[in-house]
């Protein structure tokens, strides 16, 4: 912070400051914008946070002052020049893109949905090509407010990414399908961060989603049968004691990859992707169904369950 401060004074009175590294962190004057950026393998790290630990390839995590963590998913993809209506490249949106195979029923973002959303979704697919990835919590969205387990849905609390916190379950999508309302997942998403000047926070979007289980599929973590790596009712991995229960954020190792916990089972999360005009889209299974149903790629029709925080770059 006193090299940014340093940096950011000589470069206002024009002496354009050369770069520096601290630590594992790059910092470089941005003459234009008129402001230091702070990258650690060419990966933007938003003001307002700091680089903890991993890279780029292995899940490259960042922290803000209160302890919440977050994992850069990277998009990568070459440019052919050509655009389509909403301003993308071509080469982009053939790799950022929702894999389904029932396209008459799923859409994003939603076709009757408000300006806002529309909106938003674009801003978000700007963001990404323009910085070549976005970040995704770390963890479950949590309940920063709660002593034990959710069993109901309750008054509006404050949404963490840290290990430990008790789930943020029992929680609706909106008021309806349009309509966010002020205590449901998208409404607690946005307002995460929402006096952020370098970070806009969303719902997780069903595209976002399918680069998350592109970036952590391998032998290790089979994305459509993920028993292995989960909390299911039928676990095969290392914590398979734990099953049948839902488990605190980052409960357990082995259900990590990448260095983001619980894509696999613990708790449905609800996306921005809808299916028709009935319910919005659940990914990745949770504690009560089977590995091979509820792998982390699966999709399931719900307005009501957990959800997860994702960052794109301003």
Not at 60 to 76: A, S, T
Not at 290 to 311: D, I, Q, Y
């Amino acid at each position: 912070e006193e090299m940014k401060a340093l940096m950011l004074a000589d470069g206002m009175l024009g002496k354009n400051p050369e770069p520096q590294t601290v630590g594992s962190t790059t910092l470089t004057w941005n003459s234009s914008e008129k402001k230091v950026e702070a990258k650690v393998e060419g990966v933007l790290i938003p003001e307002g946070f700091s680089y903890v630990e991993g890279t780029k390839d292995t899940g490259l995590v960042i922290e803000d002052k209160e302890g919440n963590q977050f994992v850069w998913v990277p998009v990568e993809y070459t440019a052919t020049g050509v655009t389509d209506a909403n301003g993308l490249d071509t080469g982009f949106t053939a790799v950022f893109k929702r894999e389904t195979t029932e396209n008459t029923y799923y859409t994003e973002p939603y076709t009757e949905a408000a300006d806002w959303e529309k909106n938003e979704y674009n801003a978000m697919m700007q963001s990404v090509q323009k910085y070549n990835g976005f970040y995704i919590a770390r963890f479950e969205a949590g309940d920063g407010e709660a002593t034990s387990e959710r069993t109901a849905e309750t008054e509006v609390h404050k949404v963490v990414s840290k290990r430990g916190a008790y789930v943020y379950d029992y929680v609706s999508w909106g008021d309806s399908m349009t309509e966010i309302g002020t205590s449901g997942a998208t409404y607690l998403s946005q307002n995460m961060y929402k006096n952020s000047k370098s970070v806009v926070s969303t719902l997780c979007y069903g595209v976002q989603w399918d680069a998350v289980m592109n970036f952590v599929s391998d032998e290790d973590h089979n994305i459509t049968d993920s028993s292995s790596w989960g909390n299911y009712f039928d676990p095969t991995g290392a914590d398979a004691i734990n099953n049948r229960k839902l488990q605190t954020c980052g409960k357990s190792e082995s259900w990590k990859a990448n260095n983001i916990y619980d894509l696999a089972g613990n708790v449905g999360e609800l996306t921005m992707e809808c299916f028709a005009s009935t319910n919005r889209i659940t990914r990745g299974g949770d504690y009560s169904t089977p590995g091979v149903a509820g792998g982390a790629s699966c999709r399931v029709a719900s307005n009501t369950c957990g959800f997860r925080v994702t960052l794109y770059l301003k």
